[in-house]
């Protein structure tokens, strides 16, 4: 399990997945493998809760567009939840804000 993962909770309606810490190159490769790991179990959608991740360099959003792009082709969802400020400008500058599914909380994110 990845440094940045603190919590996994199933779901009927996902696997809700609270991050906290920096995702950057260093924690990359575990980061990548547990979230593969995750779209594994077939879930409907994938819950990301970045409130607590500090900072995110290219390396995790390059993490983020290939778990949404994997899970879009089967027609399943992944959801970002409450990213904290620095990701959330990071997201608006690269305009990924436009393609990633938003949610103000995990709750939301359960409806979407």
Do not use: W
Not at 23 to 48: K, M, N, S, V, Y
């Amino acid at each position: 399990m990845s440094d940045v993962i603190r919590d996994v909770n199933r779901t009927p309606e996902g696997i809700i997945v609270h991050l906290a810490g920096e995702i950057d190159l260093h924690q990359i490769p575990d980061f990548h493998a547990a979230l593969i790991d995750l779209c594994a179990e077939g879930t409907t959608r994938i819950i990301l809760d970045l409130s607590k991740v500090e900072y995110m360099d290219s390396s995790g959003i390059g993490t983020l567009v290939e778990i949404f792009r994997r899970l879009k082709k089967e027609n399943r969802k992944l959801i970002l939840v409450s990213p904290a400020e620095r990701v959330r400008s990071l997201l608006e500058i690269t305009r990924l804000d436009q393609y990633f599914t938003v949610a103000k909380s995990s709750e939301e994110a359960k409806m979407l």
